[in-house]
C-alpha cells in the first residue's frame, strides 16, 4: 500500500520536475531573447527563472530520493554483506529522515515570518517561494521513511554499491 502510494508521488514528481525544468527553460530563452535580440530586458523573467529554480531543485531532490539515486560513497558498502548493507542503509536513511524534517519545520518557520514579503517585479508571495524547501523536505522524509520501512521488511533488497547506477543503465 506505501509502496503504491510512494510510486505514484515518485510519478507526479518526476512530470513536476520535467514541467518546471522546461518552464524554466522558457523563462531563461525569454529573458536572453528580450535582453540580447530586442535590448529590453524583460523585469519579472529573472524572478520567476529564480523562483522556478529553486522550486525544481527541491521536487527533483525528492524524486531522486524515491529513486535512491543520491550521490553516495559506497566503498565500505562493497565490503559488507546484506544485512550489514541494510543496517548501514537503515541508519543513514533515518538521519535524512531526522534532518529533512527538522528542515521542513525550520521552512514552516519562514513561512510565518515573511506572510506579507511580496517579490517585487512579480508581487508573488515569497511564501510560495519559500514553501518549496518545506513541500522538498517533506516529500524527502516521506520518501525516507518508505525507504526505512522497506529495509525492514525486506533487507534483501537494499541495494548494495552501484547497483542502482547499474539498474539505471547510466
Not at 527553460?25 to 529564480?50: C, G, K
Amino acid at each position: 500500500m506505501i509502496n503504491r502510494f510512494l510510486g505514484v508521488l515518485s510519478a507526479i514528481e518526476k512530470a513536476l520536475s520535467c514541467a518546471l525544468l522546461m518552464a524554466l527553460l522558457i523563462s531563461v530563452m525569454l529573458q536572453v531573447t528580450s535582453r540580447y535580440v530586442f535590448h529590453s530586458p524583460i523585469a519579472w523573467t529573472d524572478e520567476v527563472s529564480r523562483f522556478l529554480l529553486v522550486w525544481l531543485t527541491f521536487i527533483a531532490a525528492a524524486y531522486v530520493m524515491s529513486e535512491r539515486l543520491h550521490v553516495t560513497v559506497d566503498l565500505v558498502l562493497a565490503k559488507l554483506g546484506v544485512g550489514a548493507i541494510a543496517v548501514v542503509d537503515t541508519i543513514a536513511t533515518v538521519i535524512v529522515v531526522i534532518g529533512s524534517g527538522v528542515l521542513m519545520v525550520a521552512g514552516f518557520t519562514l513561512l510565518s515570518d515573511t506572510a506579507g514579503v511580496v517579490a517585487p517585479a512579480t508581487q508573488l508571495p515569497m511564501p510560495v517561494v519559500y514553501a518549496a524547501g518545506s513541500v522538498g523536505f517533506g516529500l524527502i522524509a516521506l520518501h525516507g521513511i518508505g525507504t526505512i520501512i522497506n529495509n525492514v521488511r525486506d533487507p534483501k533488497s537494499v541495494p548494495g554499491g552501484m547497483e542502482n547506477l547499474e539498474k539505471e543503465g547510466l
